[in-house]
Structure formats: C-alpha cells, structure tokens
C-alpha cells in the first residue's frame, strides 16, 4: 500500500520545462501587443456613437465629420442626394423607413438635415429633426437602415419682454418681438378692463413675463405668459396666472380676483347678428308682436356651439318653436338657452356638468327658423336679459383655502414686475 502512495504522489508533481514556459511567454506577448495596436490604430472611417435614446447634441452635429445641408425652396430628397453624391439605391432603402419617408416628404426650406458619411461617401448616419420635440436618428446597422425617435430634452425659461405705445399696441408688441400668441393672450387676458383697439394711448406700457422651451439654446417652443402688467395715464393693471385645486386656470388680480368672465359674451363664431333681443319684435313667421328674448346669431350649418360658462344641462331634446333647445343651469341665478341646433353633442346629457368652451351642439335650422342661426338667451333669475349688454359676472376668486399659495407667488411676481424697466 506504501509503494502505491509514493506512486501517485511522485506522478502527480508537475515538471518544469524552461523552452516551453519561454514559448507561451512570447506567445502571450504578441497577442497582447496585437490587441493593442488594434485597439490604438487609426481609423479610416469616422463614426460618433450615442447612448439609444440618449439627448443629441446639435452642436457636436455641426462639426466635422458631420456634414450640415440647409433645405433650399423646392428641395426634396432625391435633390439633395443629388447634391451630395449620395447614390439611389441608399434613397430607395431609406424611404421604406416610414417615420423617414415621413419626415423626408415635410421638409422646409432653411431646415437643417445632418449627415455622417464613410471614406466611400456612404450614408451612415442621418439626424432630421421633424418637430422641436424630437430628433430622428437613421443609422446603418449591419448592412440595413434603422430609424430611431429621441426626444429632444427642452427646458423652460422665463423670457421678459417690455414696450411703450407709440402709435398701437400690436406695433409695439412687434417691436418688442413678442411671438403674436403672446401678444393676443396679453390683450385678452385685460380685455375685461381694456379695449386694445380703443383705449390704447400713446404712451401706455406693458410688462410681461411668460415661459419659453429651449432645446440646446435655441428657443423652439412659446408657453404661457406667466404674470403681466398693463400701465395706462390713470391705472396700472396686474395678472397672475394661477391654477387651483379644481385644475382650473385663469388669470387673477394680486388681491384674488378673477380676470376672466364668468360668461362667453357669445357662444359661436357668427357671422351676424340677424336678429337682436327685442322686447317687441315683429315673428317673422307668425307675423305678431312677440318678444324676442335673445339673439339670433347667424352662422352656417354644423357651427359649433359652445357651452358660455360652466354648468349643468337641465333640458336637452325638442320644444315647440326652439326646435333642438339645450337649457344651461349656470349658477344659483344665471340660465342660458341655444336653440335651433341641427344636433347635439353626443358626449352630453341631461344631468351632465359641462365646462365653459366645450362644445355641447351644432348651429341648424330647427323648430322656428327662416335661415341657420342660434338663438342664445341669457336669464338672471328667470327673467331674459340682452346676451350682448348684460354685465357679465366675474369668474370665481382664487379659493380661500389657496389663498395664501396664491398670495405667496403674486407677491414674488409683482415685485419682479416692478424691477423691470420699460424700454421706451
């Protein structure tokens, strides 16, 4: 037993042989040195990688090895591949992609399109922008095209704009290069107070703060005006946009005080008034005095009619010369009727809690009408009011349980307003 030891242990024992140990060691070596010089090389073909999905940066695209090409007025793909030496058979495969195809065929003129080529002037990479919210990345890939959409990363700041009435306040809102959906929210926001086409001075001022989106430091995107100061010879007005628990947004004095109306003066875009209330008309069909208790607003058939404030639908179906009548319960005191309608809004009922501006029918020609129209009433407590002079109600404060949020950030708006200077 002793002797079958000793046997596999002396087997066991592993041998030193210094030529083979002196092999694997140069072996080892030139692999070692031929990754390397694999690795450090340099290469003819100059490729930028990106996380997938990662934010691209338009400056690194506008350098080389990218190569920009602005779109020129009647430009299409085929022209700038044309251009570019790109051949067909890269054109063919790249309009199979459907997002491509797509952004391909909406191009503009001035629109930038980035491109990243190999030594054999062949496409590797594509960035076309399509919207300012994304970026559209066409890689080749093994041979084959792919398409991929990256959200662009867009940040938002406040941008302050300011100006003095020279002549009216639409030029001066240009001068102060206010983008136009600024400057008509701005007018409408202190419409309540202001007539912008009749009581505008010279001399009058404006300040306004509202939010911009940026995208690598181009500002692609117009948000909402934030807060805003209108300042004529007798009053300086003050808005704050705020939104409440209910989600609701308006704009507010820095007391509270709503600036919207409770009420839409009129719920259509018409074209006319055919009739106005009149508490003494003459029917056109049944040729009596009867009262007109609201206005016919004409417009064409299938107009959309919107809801004039928020309420409840307390009638919805036929009745008599009203023909399509929906009666609005808008508050303890206030209804509003529209009658004549071709048809109703399938999204409301009786019962139904509408918001201001939704649509809730279509302007027809039911019931008692010579022609399309609307005839819209306005009741306080019942009684018929004139829609187009009644005094509109203010809409609803700032809540008082949000008070003192909403007292927190008017404060710190109104004091950026007033360390804002007016360009004059």
């Known amino acids: 037993m002793e002797h079958e030891e000793d046997t596999?242990?002396?087997?066991s024992q592993k041998t030193f042989h210094p030529f083979k140990f002196a092999l694997a060691a140069i072996i080892t070596v030139i692999f070692i040195t031929t990754i390397i010089h694999f690795l450090v090389r340099p290469s003819n073909i100059n490729i930028i990688l990106?996380?997938?999905?990662?934010?691209?940066?338009?400056?690194?695209?506008?350098k080389a090895p990218?190569?920009?090409?602005?779109?020129k007025p009647g430009d299409n793909l085929i022209k700038i591949f044309n251009r570019l030496g790109v051949s067909t058979k890269t054109y063919n495969e790249?309009?199979?992609l459907p997002k491509t195809k797509q952004c391909f065929k909406n191009l503009k003129p001035k629109q930038p399109l980035y491109f990243l080529f190999n030594k054999n002037n062949e496409v590797e990479k594509i960035i076309c922008l399509p919207d300012h919210k994304t970026f559209l990345?066409?890689?080749?890939e093994k041979g084959k095209f792919k398409e991929e959409t990256i959200q662009r990363k867009l940040t938002e700041e406040e941008i302050i704009a300011t100006g003095t009435v020279k002549n009216s306040f639409n030029n001066a809102a240009a001068q102060a290069?206010?983008?136009l959906q600024i400057t008509l929210k701005f007018a409408d926001i202190f419409s309540r107070d202001i007539n912008f086409s009749k009581d505008i001075h010279k001399g009058d001022q404006f300040k306004i703060i509202y939010s911009g989106y940026f995208s690598n430091g181009k500002e692609v995107k117009v948000g909402n005006i934030l807060a805003a100061e209108f300042t004529n010879k007798t009053n300086t007005y003050d808005a704050i946009r705020f939104q409440t628990s209910k989600t609701d947004i308006s704009y507010?004095?820095?007391?509270g005080k709503n600036y919207r109306r409770a009420f839409m003066r009129a719920p259509i875009k018409y074209v006319y008034i055919s009739s106005p209330f009149n508490a003494r008309r003459l029917h056109p069909i049944l040729h009596i005095v009867r009262p007109h208790e609201g206005v016919d607003l004409a417009a064409n058939t299938g107009t959309p009619i919107h809801a004039s404030s928020e309420g409840v639908i307390k009638f919805r179906g036929r009745m008599g010369g009203y023909g399509n009548l929906i009666i609005m319960q808008d508050g303890p005191i206030y209804s509003t009727r529209y009658a004549h309608m071709s048809h109703f809004s399938s999204h409301f009922h009786v019962g139904s809690h509408?918001?201001?501006?939704?649509?809730?029918?279509?302007v027809g020609q039911t019931g008692m009408a010579t022609g399309p129209h609307l005839h819209y009433e306005f009741r306080i407590n019942g009684i018929p009011h004139d829609p187009m002079k009644v005094k509109l109600p203010n809409g609803a404060p700032v809540p008082h349980k949000e008070k003192s949020q909403f007292i927190k950030l008017a404060s710190q708006y109104v004091k950026e307003l007033s360390a804002i200077s007016v360009k004059n």
Do not use: R
Not at 50 to 62: D, F, G, V
Not at 252 to 255: E, G, V
Not at 354 to 362: A, D, T
């Open 354 to 362: 509408v918001k201001m501006g939704q649509v809730i029918g279509y």
């Open 66 to 71: 990218w190569k920009t090409v602005h779109v």
């Open 8 to 11: 596999k242990s002396t087997s």
């Open 177 to 179: 290069h206010l983008p």
């Open 137 to 140: 990345k066409i890689s080749k």
């Open 50 to 62: 990106w996380k997938p999905s990662a934010e691209i940066n338009i400056a690194t695209l506008k």
């Open 252 to 255: 507010f004095t820095p007391t």
């Open 94 to 96: 790249l309009i199979q």
